[in-house]
């Protein structure tokens, strides 16, 4: 199979299901687009361009951009709503005493709690945008594996058509001891968001990504250049145990492999570009047709779960009830309600003052504050709280 094959959409058969029409107007939801990458690999660069491509087309259509990234000292691009806006970064590092990954993930599980407020800005632009970016931190673990990382996914999963794009450093994955651990990594992601997974060899403007696609599809290839790859063998000649290790990994993602779409991207030139956005919009199919009805299979069995567990609490509830009645009848008997003993004067709690406070203005002693939402001020001897 041809690196065009791979990259162009799948024809719908005949009487498949099209993609869904959201909108009032007929307008589709926007595709959201999850850029995740090891450090290095490209991924801010990666999306000033795609971003730019965006504006360029005829007409432009301008995405909604979203910067999870707290650390970065400068984005190539201009993001619509930037974490750095909401979370400073160094102050977090400061005051509770963190590192730099610490910080990091602080910050984003700070974000995270008013991650709510970011999907009603994002839900009131799906009209006017086709599509909608996210660039998560450098540290992919800190995005990936952390619980922020996870409820981000899921809460804009569940809202809107999302892809996820992992960028890979093309010139530094030649080694097949490298491309393997990406490859792993690549495959975990796919199976813990379970969502349409998109590779994205980068920089191919340095190093063409024909040898992974070729990888990829002929083990014997991916055998052959590990086999003449430094190291693969001991001192007598034989395989080493990492030689060995990947040469069963790669019999392993053969049929990973086969469910993937791979593209060839330059930031820099903008080459391979088209061809991402094409398989980026081959995997709305992919979206409604496998990860929604899972999504609602889950739903239907957490309500089902929970039904479970209401019915059976209440019916241990009512048979402590009989029980109790049995055991004590003169306590249930004068628990009954008697309407003719109520009187029929004014009750006087119907004329207590209804206590209802509008504090929309007015902070109030034990109010929430937001400390997510704080701007520096000159007080600089403000004491945060520190876990423990």
């Keep these: 199979m041809s690196t065009s094959e791979q990259t162009q959409p ?14 009032a107007d007929g307008k589709k939801k926007p595709i959201v687009i999850i850029t995740i990458g090891m450090a290095g690999a490209g991924k801010s660069t990666f999306v000033q361009r795609i971003n730019s491509h965006l504006h360029s087309k005829n007409p432009p259509s301008p995405p909604y951009v979203l910067n999870l990234d707290p650390a970065v000292a400068n984005t190539p691009y201009e993001a619509n709503i930037d974490i750095r806006d909401t979370i400073d970064y160094h102050k977090v590092m400061k005051e509770y005493n963190l590192g730099p990954n610490g910080g990091i993930l602080t910050a984003l599980n700070l974000f995270t709690t008013k991650f709510d407020q970011v999907l009603d800005l994002v839900e009131k632009r799906a009209e006017t945008v086709d599509y909608i970016i996210l660039d998560t931190p450098g540290q992919i673990e800190i995005f990936t594996w952390s619980a922020s990382g996870a409820i981000i996914t899921d809460a804009i999963a569940s809202s809107l058509p999302t892809v996820v794009a992992y960028v890979i450093d093309t010139p530094r994955t030649t080694a097949p001891a490298t491309f393997m651990s990406n490859m792993l990594y690549a495959c975990s992601i796919l199976y813990k968001t379970k969502l349409p997974f998109i590779l994205v060899f980068n920089k191919t403007d340095v190093r063409p990504h024909d040898f992974a696609i070729e990888w990829m599809q002929d083990f014997e ?68 047709n496998e990860y929604l009805p899972e999504l609602r299979r889950a739903r239907e069995a957490r309500e089902q779960s929970l039904k479970a567990v209401k019915d059976d609490s209440l019916s241990r ?72």
């Design 221 to 288: 290839a991916f055998q052959a250049a590990l086999a003449t790859h430094q190291g693969t063998t001991d001192d007598e000649g034989e395989p080493t145990y990492m030689n060995s290790l990947m040469n069963s990994m790669s019999l392993v993602l053969d049929e990973f492999y086969k469910q993937l779409t791979a593209v060839g991207v330059s930031s820099v030139t903008g080459a391979g570009v088209t061809e991402f956005f094409e398989a980026v919009d081959a995997s709305r199919a992919e979206y409604e």
């Design 317 to 388: 509830f009512m048979q402590d009830l009989a029980v109790d009645r049995e055991r004590n009848p003169a306590a249930a008997a004068a628990d009954r309600w008697d309407p003719s003993a109520e009187g029929d004067g004014d009750d006087d709690d119907d004329d207590a003052e209804v206590n209802i406070i509008d504090r929309t203005e007015d902070a109030w002693p034990g109010q929430y504050i937001d400390v997510t939402r704080m701007r520096p001020r000159a007080d600089e001897g403000m004491a945060w709280p520190r876990p423990g």
């Design 10 to 23: 799948e024809k719908q058969p005949a009487g498949s299901s099209t993609p869904a029409i959201d909108h």
